[in-house]
């Protein structure tokens, strides 16, 4: 998920030259002439030298700390999807961050117009999407999936548009085919399933410029008031027809407090409480959200994830603590500056990785299967061929090959020089313009 942050243009070069003195300071005194010998000094001060002419302050760089938080969500969510294992959201609610982080960069650009925030975030949300979409929508269509498959003709070209705006969860083929030895049949309902984030996340740009106004007006009202609405639709207090808006409801209440939570941050709220509130209150918090979700049979295949009032209240405490830690690194510590690139590439690349690992995971067990077909490893090693670890490194191997195929996108929604690596290395930077065109 997601979410692109990219760095801006080079640095515009200072016009050259010295500037020219400034005028002198219009009197009404008469010139004097010169004097053949030295002028007695009066008692009267010398003028003052003009002020210098302020310095802007210099703009704050990325908080690397951030960047770690959102590299680290980023690979447990691979993690969590090939393994499947139920406590890895509990030790780290990667999409609750990465809403956080989200939200928070969204309060920082809205100190600009609203529309012409909105309208950048779309810009660089979209475009990753529509290639996608353009990819898979094809290798459907040409594997049998058509007007037929909702069972009218106008609704399936209706529903087309969502992978143009996701307002709604695009459309996919449901049993298809796959490609023997390459990827499994339904690969499309993997295919479509990191779409949600992409429908959530518009949702919460498009309200943000609302969401912020209210934080400011009422804060810890605006905070909970997710929290609240997930407990209503959990409790079923709130019954809603069809399918796409009662999901669509479900994951904004679910990670709509976390969203807030970061813009909250940016805006200095948090700052004003003591310091020991949220150490006291935090994990109280997340006991609730842990409590409840053992108390629906939280277990392995019906995790947070399948436990929406739990899941809000859990990551709701969790990114508070990681928020209320946190130390805002202009540097890398030195314990993660050896990851320095791998972080940066995680961070340019966030968008692509979170549409395409789950296909990337899924080629990766279908080609890993392959190897069942061999005698010798069937065998010597049949615990290799069992153990989920060569499919993940796998899963990587594919993941990066996404990065260098799909990924440029990300620079061409942010109106940047596509690059294939942008690991933040020297080779991999855009060269500073001369002058701005």
């Known amino acids: 998920m997601t979410h692109g942050h990219p760095t801006g243009a080079g640095p515009v070069p200072n016009p050259p030259g010295p500037y020219p003195p400034p005028y002198p300071a219009h009197t009404d005194v008469a010139p004097q002439p010169a004097y053949p010998f030295p002028r007695q000094q009066t008692t009267e001060p010398a003028p003052a030298a003009p002020a210098e002419t302020p310095v802007a302050p210099k703009k704050p760089g990325r908080d690397r700390y951030f960047d770690f938080l959102r590299a680290v969500a980023l690979f447990r969510v691979v993690l969590y999807h090939l393994m499947g294992w139920a406590w890895l959201p509990v030790v780290f609610p990667s999409m609750g961050v990465m809403f956080a982080l989200a939200g928070n960069l969204m309060a920082r650009s809205l100190k600009r117009p609203a529309v012409q925030v909105v309208r950048s975030r779309m810009r660089r949300l979209l475009p990753p999407l529509w290639l996608m979409g353009a990819i898979g929508v094809t290798a459907m269509v040409l594997q049998g999936w058509g007007p037929d498959a909702d069972g009218h003709q106008g609704w399936w070209w209706f529903h087309l548009v969502y992978w143009i705006l996701p307002l709604s969860d695009p459309p996919y083929g449901e049993g298809l085919p796959g490609l023997h030895g390459i990827v499994a049949e339904n690969w499309a309902s993997d295919f479509a399933g990191p779409l949600w984030y992409i429908r959530a996340y518009l949702w919460y740009v498009l309200l943000s410029p609302f969401l912020?106004?209210?934080?400011?007006?009422?804060?810890?009202?605006?905070?909970?008031?997710?929290?609240?609405?997930?407990?209503?639709?959990?409790?079923?207090?709130?019954?809603?027809p069809g399918e796409r808006f009662p999901s669509a409801l479900t994951d904004f209440s679910t990670f709509g407090a976390c969203w807030i939570l970061g813009m909250a941050h940016q805006e200095g709220i948090l700052k004003r409480l003591p310091r020991y509130i949220v150490p006291s209150v935090a994990p109280a918090i997340a006991a609730l959200g842990l409590w409840y979700a053992f108390r629906e049979g939280f277990k392995t295949g019906y995790d947070l994830d399948s436990i929406p009032f739990a899941q809000a209240v859990w990551s709701f405490a969790t990114v508070l603590l990681l928020l209320h830690l946190s130390p805002s690194w202009t540097d890398w510590p030195r314990?993660?500056?050896?990851?320095?690139?791998?972080?940066?590439?995680?961070?340019?690349?966030?968008?692509?990785?979170y549409l395409w690992h789950n296909l990337c995971i899924v080629v990766a067990a279908t080609l890993w299967d392959q190897l069942w077909g061999f005698d010798v490893m069937y065998e010597n090693v049949p615990w290799l061929l069992e153990s989920p670890w060569p499919v993940l490194a796998l899963a990587?191997?594919?993941?990066?090959?996404?990065?260098?195929?799909?990924?440029?996108?990300?620079d061409v929604a942010a109106k940047r020089r596509p690059q294939l690596w942008p690991d933040g290395s020297k080779s991999s930077r855009p060269k500073a313009r001369a002058h701005r065109s």
């Open 396 to 410: 990587w191997v594919l993941i990066g090959s996404c990065i260098v195929w799909f990924g440029w996108m990300e």
């Open 212 to 240: 912020l106004r209210a934080l400011r007006a009422l804060p810890w009202a605006t905070l909970l008031a997710p929290l609240a609405l997930s407990a209503v639709l959990e409790f079923g207090y709130l019954e809603l």
């Open 335 to 353: 314990w993660l500056r050896r990851w320095d690139k791998l972080i940066t590439l995680l961070n340019s690349r966030a968008v692509t990785i």
